[in-house]
């Protein structure tokens, strides 16, 4: 099956029209799901994915979408920064707003930065998500099979890994499994590579969880540009007219009928799933079969990369913050990749100069699975909040 184009400025008719065409059982798998998603409109929700899509594939919408998390960056700086003073806070203000993209400096643990943004967009960005239900911030108490529990193939690293790993000071800590389960950790991970097996969909969309992700197609997909794609959603729910709320149209994406051979196996050569058309379909530049592709904000390249060309940006752009902040991380990501530096080295192995490893970490979880050379698929990391 070849690749195939998720168009640019779609009505919401029209991507339905596209979902139902390259999804042919969506429908028919939605109306007979057994998983409690606890929709407020099931009915709906075929057309709530179409509301979604239609508006990322016009990117002057989103853009504009987009001023809301410029609002909360700025109003979340001010707050930090307080009234009258120097502190680090007014520092990153003046740096955004005086463009300060010559400066260089290192963060806490010795990596390059252009200036520390001590986590005003991961933080604003969290405060809607949890705001919303998202990281496990509000448990499903329905949820049936699903409360504070992975699934079956979910595995905590017992002694024995731990031994293979950096992060075994006494902060380290697994939770006991329940009923052969892995109990729901609270929070945002860290992938520390691409993810494999059910690690995706099972857990981290079919649970509600947003990541950091500098792991997943190098500098140029950016670490937090699903969730940017997703802050824009949220923030703008009414205006898309969603009928279910974004948690539980978030969680969908993890059900096993989000794939289009659904009930049949999974076939590389054919299969895709609805995360990639509506969230991450590949770049134009660089088509993958059978998978989507496009030059519109369902690619996370080309939203990235839109939000990171500073040529032409004036301090009155309508967007600064929100691009002075994925020039910093992008500009850091960079400077590791050229390194040689992986995500997992930050947890495992010996520190590379000037990288110590991070020692803080609350669970280390994956499949059982493995990638056909053996090696293993990313780690899923949450960080301690104790």
């Known amino acids: ?3 195939w184009a998720v168009p640019d400025d779609q009505s919401e008719s029209n991507f339905r029209n596209l979902l139902v065409e390259k999804f042919p059982k969506l429908e028919e798998n939605v109306n007979a799901n057994k998983e409690n998603f606890q929709l407020t409109n099931k009915a709906e929700l075929v057309n709530d994915y179409a509301r979604i899509g239609s508006f990322l594939t016009n990117k002057a919408t989103v853009l504009e979408g987009l001023k809301k998390l410029e609002t909360a960056l700025r109003s979340k700086l001010n707050t930090l920064a307080g009234n009258g003073g120097t502190n680090k806070y007014t520092q990153l203000k003046d740096n955004i707003e005086n463009k300060r993209f010559n400066l260089r400096s290192h963060n806490a643990r010795g990596e390059p930065v252009i200036f520390k943004t001590h986590k005003l967009l991961s933080g604003t960005l969290r405060d809607l998500e949890d705001e919303n239900g998202f990281n496990a911030a509000v448990p499903d108490s329905d949820d049936v099979g699903y409360k504070k529990l992975l699934h079956s193939a979910a595995q905590y690293l017992d002694q024995s890994d731990v031994a293979n790993l950096r992060a075994t000071n006494s902060k380290f800590k697994m939770l006991n499994p329940t009923q052969g389960k892995a109990e729901l950790p609270a929070g945002v991970p860290v992938l520390t590579d691409l993810v494999g097996g059910q690690d995706f969909n099972r857990v981290l969309l079919r649970h509600g969880y947003h990541w950091k992700d500098p792991g997943a197609g190098g500098v140029a997909h950016g670490e937090y ?6 802050y824009a959603v949220i923030s703008n729910k009414s205006t898309l007219g969603l009928i279910n709320t974004p948690l ?3 969680k969908t994406f993890g059900a096993l009928w989000s794939r289009n051979t659904f009930p049949g196996a999974f076939d590389a050569a054919t299969s895709y799933y609805l995360w990639q058309m509506i969230f991450d379909a590949s770049q134009t530049t660089a ?9 519109n904000y369902t690619c996370p390249e080309k939203l990235h990369g839109d939000l990171c060309g500073v040529n032409g940006m004036q301090t009155t752009d309508p967007l600064l913050y929100l691009k002075m902040l994925c020039n910093v991380r992008r500009f850091k990501r960079q400077q590791l990749q050229d390194r040689g530096w992986s995500p997992i080295d930050r947890f495992q192995g010996e520190p590379q100069e000037g990288l110590p490893t991070k020692k803080a970490v609350q669970v280390l979880q994956q499949t059982g699975q493995s990638r056909q050379d053996g090696s293993p698929w990313a780690y899923l990391v949450w960080y301690m909040t104790e």
């Open 225 to 230: 540009t699903h969730r940017i794609q997703w």
């Open 1 to 3: 099956m070849p690749e």
């Open 287 to 295: 088509k993958i079969s059978p998978l989507p592709y496009s030059g």
């Open 248 to 250: 539980q149209i978030y």
